[in-house]
């Protein structure tokens, strides 16, 4: 009861005169930890005047719940936090957290800390949460006091607030709010935020490990999150999947595609834990590729299933493997993350690659593992152990690699040995010189563990390959003169063990180590030697007798293993010489029987019964001699790490050898596959939004001043999926009468599409357009890495939104600027095989930005647009715009938003209004234009909280088109439908720059957005594009001819944007 | 996954715990701490220690222990991987990993803990999604805190939480566009007693240090990427990009981070640029023996050796040396045996000699072995795999940055048998 950590004088005052008081040691119920005492609960309820009336009912609560209580140790911190004053509460907190660092008890203070759950101020808020994570379990009454304030927090709109609410409720492990704990769950499982959804996966375990009961309704939940299309989510809930229900294979199915794709992008952990769920999976719906170069499996196979079913077996036989594309698509999405920086990441893989790889694409992963050595001693610990496994069924792979297993004397003890193993596993006849050499080094190491390893491992090379037994033999025999014991030990043992293999002409061998009996204290080793003496006395009989003397002289002093030895010594001579040693037998027998030991007691019975006849044992002491000197096989000296691939590499069982509790075993590969079709995924149509997600969509908002930003990040990956009018339908002004809008626009849209009609265009402003443009050096090229492709040709199908592994790059694609598709190009490109192409990205996008309105007309905000070229994210017949804002003016620029647009029937889909833009700050933002495939300028307002401004946006009529990718025949097929009046062309005069192709190309795409078409000659160059709104195909030929003179001709049902395109291309090409 | 975890000192106290799941009694360490009294030296303490209800996955680190407990089944490298991760950022926030720096901010580091794991599985390892939830300590912010009562904790989830460049806040902004990069590569080398080249190898590292603006879009190119064998890199290097190309695109963390490691094609011959020239001779008799160093430059691309250390690991029985250093100066330790000789910088017309005689247990058999030598060297200006970066381009920014490519060669694990 002495205050333990009274930091000031007043504290050690203060809490002696409570030691006064008469309740002391007044201990109340052990659950009902008593807080306050009568003084201080009135201060709390004082200082809560300021607090807001939720804290007030928590507060009345406690009090009521327990007024007589004790003072106890740490009063000083009971005051600070029932002070009013925000900094001495968190000081407080912090040093309780300090205590709970340290692993001391600070559960008494548990009435005070909880008091603060609801506090504005985030640091303090924290602190508590931690301390109710910590002592909910201890204190489970008060702790239900704090639930309703995380209920409350789970409805915030920020969704930090909602996510730890949901951490910490899951965390408290009070069996009473489970249902509460399910409902948040099941809640948080369709938030708008991935980030939140991360954390119910968190919490499906947390809940599973407090009531298993929970079982069915948790996989529910598991079910839907594996739907989800976050990179965010995939790792957490796959990681629920194997704690809750790893048995439940079919829910991955229709995941499995998906989650192949995903996986690039998940972040670290995550990948860890998918590749080791996947390799599981494959390995119960794939079929063994192993069969065509694994000769060894196919005849145990054969010798298995010869008398009953060779019919089947020839007919698998017959038919050739093909892999399963499922099981390719692992092997191929798994194989970058080699290049990971995560070791854990880069284990998985090998692992993955070696349960389920080819034989011969296994090798890959060898490099890696390799460079793993580099790392940290315990990353080289687990890596080593993994490698050795591997070395033993695989040489060939890390044979290579032999010299990076060298041993450094400044490695551990665990690490050396290790190693040394793995250069025992890869010996072979080739490189046996160059081991053994290194292998002397070692054996004159300071460490003499390590050398006596070395011993041990000179042995196994001796056996395993025949060459260099002797050789081996010989230096072991130079070894018996080192100075160091256990070198000397080692090295008899291991003579031992070679010599039972060919015991033929090595009497010296053995007349040698009878002599070091002398010297040698080690009972192992001294063991060794009388058994060898033993086996072979008779190859040494003159030597056999007289080391059965020295023995019996000191039998008493010897070690039992020694003893026993002994015995056996004297039993064999017994047998064989019994003239010079039968009295030297019968001592030891005596000595023997009368030993402390009783397994020697008991050995020295049996041999006498076996050896020395008598009337009661006649039959058996005939056979005697066969029995002692049996010929014995010889020992075989194997790695350790021979049986360790029954464990999945590079899991916990494998490091320890023996299966650690939740280990999963990895099933044997079906000798039928499973139905294959049952990992298709159909095609979701998009699904009009609810209204209750809309309006939990303009919840988030306000939280966040870049609200467009949010915004665009919640809406793609929401498990429902979103058409595009979704993303558009949020973007008005006024939150509240979203939903009626969203509504109405999205029958606008379907009216829409349905008639799509040409509009003429306007070409007033075009030519100056053109030359604006042209004054850009084509080199000038845009790093556009090509493997976007796949994206978007996801967007422009407007039923494609569901592509397997697709959520990801909706969230790429991103809020501000197309430019960040850029981020992770390969996100894309490994998802080819999925999604069949048809739109190819743009092969140029002009980096030339326009004016949209000036600083001075625009009052300090300047605005300048660019295409984009890439499809549009809202809506695929929208063109895509980037628009970047500036504002130049003294003062911030609040609700910068677009107001009336005209023509009326523009549609436009707009940025979402950015609540504020600094002084000198600039923002760049992309909204969607649907020009209806004509060249006439959209104009619209752009809006501040004061002002307006008439804006326009005049495209040029190239980027209304998108790039396509097709092959010559489709292009020659397209072009026999759009003859006659869809066809227009010009000959012109090209410059000398432009007769080759790559200038030329650049050129065209630089004028419109089309992608090339390989062609397969020479002079003629083919373009494919499709318009924007109506997706009418565009395709232009430029034909040389002699003389630099140029054929162009475009085909088009777009007659107008086909001759204007032409124009545009004619001077293009004609320019210098 | 990772249950708890323990941060124990050398001398086997635990100052830290923290609990992720239920509670785990410290007890448990105990089966930890018989392992570390086992172990001759607190490198050889197993990094996996399997006890009857938990295992025990723990790294030495910077003089510490990070003991994590573990109750089921868990990739080993996870683990480990992780608790790297935890003292990398102990190191990131306060400078220094140490017991007394966490003990000084234990708050902090807890609330760090709290934020990297969720029930045991990580949840934010990214040092600047970290760095917004919970702000570094400086002094000043120290002084703001204290006067205005406002704290470290940030209210708002990280931007980089969320996008798809997890690696990079949104909205940085820097006065001075920079960015620098060190090449540096360390030689892995084993020589045997006559010189010759047992095994070498070089391993690379680009470290960087970017500070741009905004979303700076950065491709990086080397004059002969065909040097390199195998590579590895943060997770903002776009993979096809190198693939097809063979050029670094990515943008960039903001700050210090690595870039890429990788290890130098095994065909190519590698350059030692020292070699060293030794004798130890023990007498018969066992008292005492003699010792002649002299460590020259080799081949050093015409560019200086510098911050040349000797570090001689001494048999047991060794209970002094008395030497003469031409250049440099020279320690013995007589617990750990291991005599440190710190040259400096090489010079090739005086080359540094280390002579004398060493005294040995008087009784005790002459050692068997001879110790081995690692060698500590530095050469600033030279990759010596001859790797040489091209260029560096900026996208996605308007600004001109200021860059700057540094090199450096320095020796790994290099070794040379006496």
Redesign the interface.
């Known amino acids: 009861m002495v205050q333990r950590r009274g930091t000031t004088v007043e504290a050690i005052v203060a809490s002696l005169q409570l030691l006064k008081l008469p309740c002391l040691g007044n201990k109340s119920s052990p659950r009902m930890e008593p807080g306050i005492t009568a003084s201080s609960g009135g201060t709390g309820l004082d200082s809560d005047r300021c607090v807001e009336p939720r804290q007030m009912e928590i507060v009345s609560l406690l009090t009521s719940v327990d007024m007589s209580s004790s003072p106890t140790r740490n009063d000083d911190l009971k005051e600070m936090l029932e002070n009013n004053k ?2 001495l509460k ?1 000081e407080a907190m ?1 040093r309780i ?2 205590l ?4 001391k008890n600070a559960s008494e203070l548990f009435p005070a800390v909880v008091k603060n759950v609801a506090s504005k ?4 808020k ?2 508590v949460y ?1 301390y109710l994570v ?1 002592y909910a ?1 201890e204190q489970q009454d008060l702790a239900l006091l704090s639930i309703s304030t995380f209920q409350r927090a789970l409805k915030d709109p ?3 607030i909602r ?1 730890s609410a949901l ?1 910490v409720l ?2 408290i ?1 009070v069996p009473i709010i489970i249902p509460i704990m399910m409902l948040a769950i099941k809640e948080a499982a369709s938030d708008m ?3 939140v959804r ?2 119910s996966a ?2 499906i ?2 809940l599973y ?1 407090l009531d298993p009961d929970q079982k069915e309704h948790l996989i529910e939940v598991i079910e839907k999150l594996l739907k989800d299309k976050s ?2 989510v995939a ?2 809930v796959v ?1 629920a999947f194997e ?1 809750v229900c790893p048995e439940r294979i079919d829910l991955i199915h229709k995941n499995y595609r998906k989650l192949c794709n995903l996986l ?2 998940v ?3 995550g990948q ?1 834990v998918i590749i ?1 769920m996947l390799t599981r999976y494959a390995r119960t719906q794939f079929t063994s590729p192993w069969r065509e170069d694994g000769v060894f499996d196919e005849n145990s196979e054969r010798a298995f299933y010869e008398s009953d079913e060779e019919k089947t077996r020839d007919d698998t036989e017959i038919k050739p493997y093909t892999m399963d594309p499922d099981h390719r698509l692992l092997l191929r999405n798994t194989k ?1 993350l080699l ?6 990441v ?3 893989v090998a692992q993955l690659y070696w349960h389920l790889a080819p034989r011969n694409e296994v090798s890959i992963v060898t ?2 593992l ?2 793993l050595l ?1 790392s ?4 080289q ?3 080593l152990q993994n490698i050795a496994t591997m070395s033993i069924q695989r040489k060939g792979m890390f044979e290579p690699y032999m ?2 297993f ?1 041993v ?3 490695d ?3 690490i050396k040995s290790l190693k040394l193993e793995i250069l025992t596993n890869l010996a072979n006849e080739a490189n046996i010189s160059t081991i053994l050499r ?1 292998f002397q ?1 070692y054996v ?3 460490d003499k563990q390590f050398a006596a390893g070395t011993i041990q491992a000179i042995g196994r090379c001796a056996t395993n390959i025949s060459e260099v037994t002797d050789t081996c033999l010989n230096g072991l025999v130079l070894l018996l003169s ?3 014991e256990t070198v000397v030990a080692e090295s008899v043992v291991v003579i031992k063990k070679l010599l039972q293999a060919q015991p033929s002409q090595h009497s010296d061998i053995i007349k040698h180590m009878a002599k070091l009996l002398d010297n040698i204290t080690v009972s192992m080793a001294r063991a060794s030697i009388l058994w060898l003496i033993g086996e072979y006395c008779e190859r040494v009989p003159k030597i056999a007798p007289d080391v059965l003397r020295k023995m019996a002289k000191s039998f008493t002093s010897e070690e039992d293993i020694v003893k026993l030895q002994t015995v056996n010594l004297a039993a064999k001579l017994y047998l064989t010489n019994s003239k010079q040693t039968k009295l030297l037998t019968q001592y030891i027998l005596n000595l023997g029987k009368y030993d402390q030991n009783y397994d020697i007691r008991d050995r020295t019975r049996f041999i006498r019964q076996l050896i020395v006849p008598n009337e009661k044992s006649g039959a058996l002491s005939k056979y005697a001699r066969r029995i002692l000197l049996a010929p014995k096989p010889a020992p075989v000296l194997e790695s350790a790490y021979k049986d360790r691939d029954r464990y999945q590499l ?4 494998h ?2 050898n ?1 299966k ?5 075993e990895l099933s044997d590969w079906p000798a039928v596959a499973p139905d294959q079709s049952v990992r298709n995924v159909e095609v979701i149509e998009p699904v009009r939004i609810h209204p209750s997600i809309c309006t939990a969509l303009f919840h988030f908002c306000p939280d ?1 001043p870049p609200s467009f ?2 915004i665009s ?1 919640y809406c793609p990956s929401l498990p429902v999926l979103l058409p595009g009018e979704g993303v558009g339908s949020i973007t008005g002004e006024d939150w509240e009468s979203d939903e009626d809008k969203s509504s109405s626009q999205s029958s606008e849209e379907s009216e829409k599409s349905s008639s799509q009609s040409e509009k003429s265009s306007s070409e007033s402003d075009i030519e100056q357009k053109k030359k604006k443009k042209m004054k850009k050096p084509p080199q000038k090229k ?2 556009k ?1 090509p ?1 976007k492709d796949r994206y978007q040709s996801v967007m422009c199908k407007p039923n494609s939104w569901v592509g397997p592994g697709f959520g ?1 790059c909706v ?2 694609c ?1 809020f501000s600027s197309c ?2 598709n ?6 894309f ?1 490994r998802r080819l095989s999925v999604v069949i192409s048809c739109v190819s990205g743009p092969a140029f996008v002009p980096e030339k930005s326009h004016n949209l309105l000036h600083r001075m007309t625009g009052k300090g905000l300047a605005a300048q647009y660019q295409f984009t070229r890439q499809p549009c994210l809202y809506q695929p017949n929208m063109v895509s715009v980037q628009i970047s804002l500036t504002n130049t003016s003294d003062h911030r620029l609040e609700q910068i938003h677009i107001g009336e647009r005209s023509p009326a029937g523009l549609k436009i889909h707009c940025f979402n209004t950015i609540e504020f833009l600094e002084p000198d700050a600039s923002v760049t933002v992309s909204m969607g234009i649907d020009f209806n495939d004509s060249t006439q300028a959209a104009n619209f307002q752009l809006c501040t909280k004061e002002d307006q401004f008439s804006v326009s946006i005049q495209p040029a009529v190239g980027d209304l088109f998108l790039a396509v990718t097709m092959t010559e025949q489709d292009f020659r097929k397209e072009q026999g439908k759009l003859q006659g009046m869809n066809e227009c062309s010009a000959t012109i005069t090209v410059t000398a720059e432009n007769t080759s192709s790559q200038p030329l190309n650049r050129r065209v795409a630089a004028m419109a957005n089309v992608g090339v078409v390989p062609s397969g000659q020479d002079n003629v160059h083919r373009f494919a594009g499709k318009t924007a709104c109506s997706g009418a195909v565009l395709l232009v030929t430029v034909e040389l001819r002699e003389s630099s003179a140029a054929v162009i001709t475009i085909n088009t049902e777009k007659s107008v944007m086909g001759s204007m395109l032409l124009r545009d291309l004619k001077k293009s090409l004609a320019q210098a | 996954m990772i249950h708890s975890l323990f941060l124990v000192n050398p001398s086997g106290d635990i100052f830290l715990e923290k609990h992720w799941k239920s509670v785990v009694s410290r007890s448990v360490c105990d089966y930890f701490l018989e392992a570390r009294e086992k172990a001759l030296d607190p490198e050889d303490v197993p990094p996996v220690i399997s006890t009857p209800h938990h295992y025990l996955i723990s790294i030495y680190r910077d003089k510490l222990f990070f003991l994590s407990v573990i109750q089921t089944e868990v990739p080993p490298l996870f683990v480990i991987e992780f608790l790297h991760r935890v003292a990398e950022m102990i190191q990131d926030y306060f400078g220094e990993c140490s017991e007394t720096v966490i003990k000084d901010n234990v708050v902090m580091v807890y609330e760090l803990l709290e934020e990297m794991l969720d029930n045991g599985f990580p949840l934010a390892t990214e040092s600047n999604v970290l760095k917004e939830m919970i702000r570094p300590p400086t002094i000043l912010r120290s002084v703001v805190n204290t006067l205005t009562g406002s704290s470290n904790v940030g209210d708002k989830l990280p931007t980089g939480q969320l996008s798809t460049i997890p690696w990079r806040r949104a909205g940085v902004k820097y006065t001075n566009n920079e960015a620098y990069f060190d090449v540096v590569e360390e030689i892995d080398a084993i020589l045997d007693r006559t010189g010759t080249t047992v095994f070498a190898e070089i391993q690379g590292v680009v470290e960087a240090c970017v500070k741009l603006s905004g979303m700076p879009d950065l491709t990086l190119s080397f004059m002969n990427p065909r040097l390199l064998d195998d590579v590895s890199f943060h997770p903002c290097v776009r993979y096809k990009r190198w693939e097809s190309e063979r050029v670094l695109s990515f943008i960039p963390p903001d700050g210090n981070f690595t870039l890429m490691t990788y290890h130098v094609n095994a065909q190519n011959l590698v350059a030692i640029p020292v070699y060293v020239k030794h004798s130890i001779n023990f007498f018969e008799s066992g008292s005492g023996g003699r010792l002649d160093l002299t460590v020259g430059p080799k081949q050093t691309m015409g560019k200086t050796v510098e911050g040349v250390l000797v570090t001689v690991h001494m048999p047991k029985t060794v209970l002094s040396v008395s030497l003469n250093a031409t250049q440099g100066s020279y320690t013995y330790d007589n617990a750990t045996k291991v005599l440190v000789w710190d040259i400096g910088k090489l010079n090739p017309q005086k080359l540094p000699n280390l002579r004398g005689s060493l005294s040995l247990q008087t009784g005790a058999p002459k050692p068997e072995e001879n110790p081995s030598l690692n060698i500590d060297l530095k050469i600033q200006q030279l990759a010596i795999s001859g790797l040489k970066v091209n260029r560096l381009d900026m996208f996605g920014e308007k600004y001109k940055p200021f860059k700057g490519v540094k090199y450096i060669t320095k020796a790994g694990k290099f070794q040379v048998r006496m």
């Open positions: 925000e900094s968190l912090k957290v300090g709970i660092a340290k692993g101020n985030i640091e303090l924290k602190l931690v910590r379990e920020n969704q930090l996510a951490r899951s965390s492990r935020s991935p980030y991360k954390t968190h919490a375990q947390k490990s990179t965010l790792g957490s990681m704690e690039v992008d972040e670290e952990w860890v080791s970058p290049q990971s920086r995560n070791t854990a880069v284990m998985s490099k890696s390799v460079r580099r940290h001693r315990e990353v610990y687990i890596v010299k990076s060298y450094r004397s400044t551990a003890t665990h290194e080094t004159k190491s300071q080192n100075r160091d590079g899991t916990l069982s490091t320890i023996t650690a509790s939740g280990y999963l966040s930003f949010h990040c845009n790093v890495p493997n990801a969230c790429v991103d430019r960040m850029l981020l992770r190009p390969h996100l490109s």
